[in-house]
Nanobody, 123 residues
Framework: QVQLVESGGGSVQAGGSLRLSCAAS????????MAWFRQAPGKQREGVAT??????NYDDSVKGRFTISQDNAKNTVYLQMNSLKPEDTATYYC??????????????????WGQGTQVTVSS
């Protein structure tokens, strides 16, 4: 059974940083596409960053501030978030596909999801 577990969320002031982690069991991130999504209250879930066959890609709203990385030995992926803004406030989800595919940030294309971790950025 595949489980993705996020951690690292919290409350920070604008300009601060957080690093989210997504640890997997029953699944290996190596050679698989994965992504980070977020969902703010009353809004649709949106993809913010992904690692896929072609490399990495970021939503324009986070480009230059967020970075995906991966530790294969720990089977964990990370989302480093710097220069946080109040509009980054949301529940953040880790998601993964069964294979390494082309670029997509459509939630429907991802097969496994974590439970989410809350990020709150105050002004």
């Amino acid at each position: 059974q595949v489980q993705l577990v996020e951690s690292g969320g919290g409350s920070v002031q604008a300009g601060g940083s957080l690093r989210l982690s997504c640890a997997a069991s029953g699944y290996t991130f190596t050679d698989k596409s994965m992504a980070w999504f977020r969902q703010a209250p009353g809004k649709q879930r949106e993809g913010v960053a992904t690692r896929y066959a072609g490399g990495t890609n970021y939503d324009d709203s986070v480009k230059g501030r967020f970075t995906i990385s991966q530790d294969n030995a720990k089977n964990t992926v990370y989302l480093q978030m710097n220069s946080l803004k109040p509009e980054d406030t949301a529940t953040y989800y880790c998601a993964a596909r069964r294979y390494l595919g082309g670029f997509t940030l459509d939630p429907a294309d991802f097969h496994y999801w974590g439970q989410g971790t809350q990020v709150t950025v105050s002004s």
